[in-house]
């Protein structure tokens, strides 16, 4: 399938609608929760057994987003789009086939196998495209798009636990909701496989620069490049800190205020989280549209600076002011999303956007492993201070210290991150042959 050019007039904001179409879709991952209780009682799981889907979803969604990561960039973002959503919609019916028969084994291998390969493939899929539309705004143009997987949620969740109250909660209902959504994700990540489209030079904007402007750096050449592990460590550090208290939330403010004259009940701690999901979507539009202007450098001083800082109000005076707690968790919530969506436009303007797609899916490993590492760091020290007969605050006093010092190691890495080396940039030749023959006949 031969990248879709643009023809001449076409606008260049039509192609963040379908990227949105894609990762509002599989922004569903963050809804999984919904669906924890139901497959619990349903299929008699313990919590460990029924995350497990989501956690399989999110290894592979790094693991194919690394692997597949240049053949979407060779193939162009069409090809990554149907790919993403043949995979993500099949993960789904396949997940429904495996509640209809109470085979749990078949929801692990449809939603967090399949579907996490359409994760991976579709979160990757319109980052170099949009970066070459908006060589002027490549911050604000990744921004949108991302927000899209971290507003994904908002929608999924009501309407996920509308589907199960209207079908029912047995496995008959979940298997009914399942077939839904993947049918129904398959229409909607259709628009973006229709709209989407390259353009057709390297200077999208007349007045603008050109895309392939300033250093050019291969995939291959970018991963043994110290620039590329920096903002390896950089991702990590800031995505534990943020998933840490993101998985957690309900609970830790709970806890937090169960010995005060202000306890919070368990519909005020949902509402909660609804706040630290509309804080993760709006840091990624916000703050990566803030980093075009004060430059990507800047940005991850203030995501990590700052976010040790909350932390560290948080251990310090959390449990005395509400409204200092939630202030602190909105604020670390959107820089978690911010780190997110600006770090495509910080690795084009230290690789260039020659192969900014491949590069991106390299690094995304890091939320891989953050995505265990900051879940294991709260609850395992949590469940250690229960059993050690602490309640409250004090269940989580060590995690947020180790939460402050990761951030710190972030914010080191971010200061080591130099230009890159000549030796690793792409031979101008070489790179206008590429180019030639990646345009389509």
């Known amino acids: 399938m031969s990248p879709p050019v643009a023809p001449p007039g076409w606008s260049r904001w039509l192609v963040p609608p379908a990227a949105l179409s894609v990762h509002l879709s599989i922004g569903q991952a963050y809804a999984w929760s919904v669906f924890k209780p139901p497959l ?71 939603y967090g196998f399949v579907g996490g390969i359409g994760l991976g493939i579709g979160y990757i899929s319109p980052v170099s495209t949009l970066i070459k539309w908006f060589p002027d705004r490549p911050g604000m143009a990744t921004g949108i798009a991302i927000m899209g997987f971290g507003g994904g949620a908002l929608i999924a969740s009501p309407w996920s636990a509308q589907m199960l109250q209207s079908f029912g909660s047995d496995h008959s209902g979940i298997a009914l909701a399942f077939l839904t959504h993947g049918l129904v994700y398959a229409v909607f990540m259709s628009l973006g496989v229709l709209l ?146 600006t770090v495509p436009a910080y690795l084009k303007d230290l690789f260039g956007a020659y192969q900014v797609g491949a590069i991106h899916g390299r690094l995304l490993t890091a939320w891989s492993t953050a995505g265990v590492l900051g879940p294991l760091i709260v609850n395992w020290i949590a469940d250690h201070q229960k059993e050690a007969g602490k309640h409250g605050p004090d269940l989580y006093g060590l995690s947020l210290m180790i939460m402050i010092g990761l951030l710190v190691v972030g914010f080191v890495a971010n200061e080591l991150v130099r230009p890159v080396h000549p030796r690793h940039h792409v031979p101008a030749p070489k790179e206008a042959a590429d180019g030639r023959r990646e345009q389509p006949a």
């Open 40 to 110: 619990e009682s349903a299929l008699h799981l313990d919590g460990t057994e029924s995350a497990l889907p989501f956690q399989l979803a999110i290894v592979m969604l790094g693991l194919s987003a690394a692997f597949g990561g240049t053949l979407v960039e060779r193939k162009g973002p069409r090809w990554a789009m149907t790919v993403a959503l043949v995979c993500f919609s099949s993960g789904f019916l396949i997940s429904a086939l495996g509640a209809a028969s109470e085979q749990y084994w078949l929801i692990v291998l449809g």
């Open 196 to 341: 989407v489209r390259v353009p057709r030079s390297e200077k999208p904007v007349a007045a603008g620069p050109s895309a392939v402007d300033g250093v050019q750096v291969s995939a291959r050449s970018a991963v043994r490049t110290p620039q590329f592990w920096c903002l390896w460590v950089v991702l990590c550090m800031n995505v534990t800190a943020g998933i840490g208290i993101l998985e957690k939330a309900a609970p830790m403010i709970t806890d937090f205020f169960s010995g005060t004259s202000t306890p919070v009940s368990a519909s005020a701690a949902a509402g909660f989280v609804a706040l630290l999901s509309a804080a993760n979507m709006a840091g990624r539009i916000g703050w990566s549209s803030a980093s075009d202007r004060i430059g990507r450098k800047n940005i991850y001083r203030l995501y990590l600076g700052a976010g040790a800082l909350m932390y560290l109000l948080i251990a310090s005076f959390g449990d005395s002011s509400k409204p200092l707690f939630i202030l602190c968790a909105l604020v670390i919530l959107s820089f978690y999303g911010g780190g997110f969506a």
